[in-house]
């Protein structure tokens, strides 16, 4: 169980695309969805934490008009980069967390975005 | 905010050997902590996780330790196989009313040699 699908899981586009990504939790309702980016060789770094049917809340230094995120039913969240450029090249990765109390938190396997 | 440091960040040990990989967290009002193994382009599957309210949890070859009062926790792998060989995450969160993000160490790349 809590499985957590990330599509697509490898993205190749030129500077200037928006790019979306999804993320679907499988087997449970996910009351709360975290977009997170990873660097080579470094740690998950938070980007944003995204409510079924409320605004993201966005951590400090995450451009909100850039990274767009919806989360608009309890299985599905999307985290679209807009106008992407070579910076922006990152593994992103999305996590669910099922609800009522103390639900640990489950990860999809990721989407390497590459920006030419 | 929390802030949550891990060591070592490589480790290396051979097939059969223990590994040990050491956290400690900031904010005494965590009380949540998951490890995380994740393999290469893929992202982190969690592997044990331990409240504040046990000191010890043992889950097969895996366990992890706590320590409250120095804000210290440890996972501990015994029996060592390669398949073991990954980056190992630990976390630290406050869970009940309000829960909050985890926040990672840095991870620890762990070797096996067979």
């Known amino acids: 169980g809590a499985v957590v699908s990330q599509h697509p899981s490898r993205v190749i586009c030129k500077s200037g695309t928006s790019v979306k990504i999804e993320c679907r939790s499988l087997?449970?309702?996910?009351?709360?969805m975290f977009w997170y980016r990873q660097f080579p060789k470094q740690s998950l770094m938070l980007m944003a934490t995204?409510?079924?049917?409320?605004?993201?809340?966005?951590e400090q230094g995450v451009e909100k008009d850039k990274f767009l995120i919806n989360h608009a039913s309890l299985t599905l969240s999307t985290l679209t980069v807009t106008s992407a450029h070579p910076e922006d090249s990152s593994f992103y990765i999305c996590?669910?967390?099922?609800?009522?109390?103390?639900?640990?938190?489950?990860f999809g396997d990721g989407t390497r975005l590459s920006i030419l | 905010g929390e802030n949550v440091e891990q060591h070592p960040s490589t480790l290396s040990v051979q097939e059969g050997d223990s590994a040990v990989i050491k956290c400690t967290y900031s904010?005494?009002?965590?009380?949540?902590f998951p490890w995380y193994k994740q393999e290469l382009g893929k992202g982190p599957q969690l592997i044990i996780d331990?409240?504040?309210n046990v000191g010890e949890k043992k889950d097969q070859r895996i366990a992890v330790t706590l320590n409250k009062t120095a804000k210290h926790f440890s996972l501990h792998i015994t029996e060592t196989q390669p398949e073991d060989s990954a980056v190992y995450f630990c976390?630290?969160?406050?869970w009940g009313s309000g829960n909050t993000p985890l926040v990672f160490g840095k991870g620890t790349r762990l070797s096996v040699i067979a």
């Open positions: 904010d005494s009002a965590s009380n949540y």
């Open positions: 331990i409240r504040s």
């Open positions: 087997d449970f309702q996910a009351t709360t």
């Open positions: 995204s409510n079924e049917g409320s605004k993201a809340t966005y």
């Open positions: 996590s669910a967390r099922p609800g009522g109390v103390n639900q640990p938190q489950h």
């Open positions: 976390a630290a969160s406050i």
